[in-house]
């Protein structure tokens, strides 16, 4: 596509003498006689380069200049000014005029300055290109899900996050409050500030002063110099509370200070210094059970919970399974050089059935571990369940019983059978695997009518 220069003159000649020249050199030209008719034309060309005349009737190259919308890929503007009114050529500079030239105008000086401002125009489109393909990292598009419920979160995430809006996000662990937070700043006019998240529950109640609002030098024994707080770091940016429900009581009091107020104080200081942060809290315990207890304030409740997004438990949106599973296969395949394609249906049928009381996090973790151990394309039902069932823990078997209760019996003879399935029919192997007493586990099968194949007499393994 052609670079378009947009020239702007009141004086007709000037105009055509100027467009030959331009076109000559492969420029789609557009003119316009008066600052206003250039407005209108910036705003349908979209030039990249606009060349003025400064001193034209009614608007000004100036006023022109100062007029146009203060976009992101904005238009050179290259002001043209009679020769001796150098004074003005610089006052143009400063107001953001990118060049200017004198008349009389030389051809290959012109034609110099308008390639170089294309090429700066170049340059600015490749570097919005770049921030904006690192801010899509984190943008709304990172949230999966295509559950009407998560469709309509991430609705209001976008809504949101263009207004400086104080959010708390409330939901189970894991189910991706802090994924969320991360969204609505990446996603507002503060993306370039910093994203600093507090975890309330892990800072010491005799640090969080500290931590949050720093220190003057000596404000402490151990306060060596002066150290700015997380909340003076943050400045223009968003700070995440997490976990907020578990900030003790006394450290309750000093943020709601802060967040009357908008200014902290160092500790050990004097002045107070301004803040600008937006808050975003987090926390998956029931806060108004903690207000009728007393354990949370009322006054802090009130100014955290302006907007309340409520993360739903992964269980209670199941259409969210299969494109967070495709997503996390893609990631751990990238992750591990491994090319896992897909989850069998029964294993997927058992994915969703699953309770997964860690959530989204879980069920990362699960297809993590199971793209790492897999040695298939497919991962089977055995893949995912001997992780999701039997993974040890701390030498404990982790077993989540179902809301809805199971049948024990069934699961026994299922759990006999595979035993006996996998060890080939010998029935001390599968009573080893159960580390179960041999006795026991033909009792057992006895009682549950299975028959063990008959392969059980392995010699000395049957006492
Ligand atoms: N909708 C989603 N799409 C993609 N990844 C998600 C989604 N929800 C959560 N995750 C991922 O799951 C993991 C846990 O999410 P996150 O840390 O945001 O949860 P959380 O609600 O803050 O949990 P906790 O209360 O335990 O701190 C992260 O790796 C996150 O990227
Ligand atoms: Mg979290």
Known sequence: MKPMVLVVDDEPLQREIMKTILDGAGYETHTAGSGREALVLAAKFKPEVILTDLKMAGMDGIELLESLPATEVAPAVIIVTAHGTIASAVDALKRGALDY??????????????????????????????????????SLEGIVGQSPRMTEIVNLLRKVAGASATVMLRGESGTGKELAARAIHYNSPRRARPFTAINCAAIPESLFESELFGHEPGAFTGAVGRREGLIEMTQGGTLLLDEVGDLPMAMQSKLLRVLQDREIRRVGGKEAVKVDVRIISATNKNLEIELEKGTFREDLYYRLNVVLIELPPLRERPDDIVPLVDFFLRKYNNEFGRRVRAVSPEALRALRDYRWPGNVRQLESVIERAVLLSEAEVLSLEDISSILFARRFDGRLQFELPDEGLDYEALERTVLQQALQRSGGVASKAARLLRMNYKAFLYRLEKFGIKDGGNEREGEESK
């Open 101 to 138: 030239l004198t008349k009389p105008l030389d051809k290959d000086k012109v034609l110099f300055t308008v390639r170089k401002a294309c090429e700066r125009g170049e340059i600015l489109k490749e570097n919005v290109r770049l921030k904006k393909e690192l801010f899509d990292r984190f």
